[in-house]
């Protein structure tokens, strides 16, 4: 079970082999500003933040810590407008220097290159620790004044993912798992999810939580991206009983999605459905030597512009093969490309 945990969380008390911590980072960038932020972050991690080098040390102890404890991600939620960007050092120690002194007065432009230095500082250790960087994007926060806690926030329409084009190239490194606030932008995350191979369409956050949108959301993303390129789903729950109904939902809706859109309109079987869909490959390039993988897959490996295709008895045929590629979404990897088919046959031995 995947928990989200504050920054200066202790990380005590649970085992975390069953619960496993995530860093969230929200305040981190976000709310710096605030002497208590600073408080907690000095007091968590032993560093005052001051300047960059204070700040990738403070940040670096949250990182191992969490890190030692069993730690699998670092989580952000993000505004709209947000669009990550390196901040020079000499920018970077300014603007810190500025809201260690000032506090919540440092000018809005100071906090806002502090954000941006704090995030792309995450980023990078991300990358150095291994870890994945969870965004959820396109959240306003208090828009409904009145409204009760986690009852005033809204989506935006106006987010675009093009604004984390700069830190998806920068970082190739680092799988971004990302979550959209609401369903209209779910073509836009099937899209990038489908072209860059550090992006991971993450789940149904929020206000896409909702069936009707879960529905039309789960059957793009099938239809366009491979599935090591998508995580189907999580509870966001706040109480440990809220799981059983959400994940229950959910299945329904796989269920659905799969015997309407694979058995009935493909004339698949239940069987294939299942293998084909939910567990296909993607055609990452690899540097190792054709080999045999689960039974009814279809298994790319690169070498140099030629690329090895395992397939199966079920695709024997030319028109059989390349239907499979793009009905599994290989097909745009492999273009330009001299292919190698192979097919195996019932003992498992490779025909070229």
Known sequence: MFLTNDFDDRLEGFNTERYIPCLRTDDLVFKLAQPSVRERLASC?????????????ALRDRFQVFKNRGARACAISLPPHFAPRPVSTARADRALGQLATKGLDADASDQEAAGYAVFWKLAELCQEYRLPFDLMIGVNRSVYAAGVYQGQDLY?????????????NAFPEVRFPISVLAS????????????FPNVIANGHWWYSNTPTYIEHDLAARLEAIPRTKQIGYYSDMYKLEFALPKFNMYKRILAKVLAERYVQDRGWSEERARISVCKFSSATP???????????????????????????????????????LYEERLSNRLHGHRVRVARRDRSNQIEL
């Open 45 to 57: 991690s032993g560093h005052d933040v001051t300047d960059s080098v204070s700040l990738e040390q």
């Open 156 to 168: 935006d329409s106006r987010v675009s993912l093009i604004q984390y084009q700069q830190l998806f």
């Open 184 to 195: 209209v932008t779910n073509q836009e995350l099937a899209s990038y999810a489908w072209i």
């Open 286 to 324: 690899r540097s190792s030597s054709p080999s045999i993988r689960e039974p009814g897959l279809p298994w790319l490996s690169y070498h140099g512009d030629l690329w090895d295709v395992v397939t199966t008895e079920a695709t024997e045929s030319t028109e059989g093969f390349f239907e499979l």
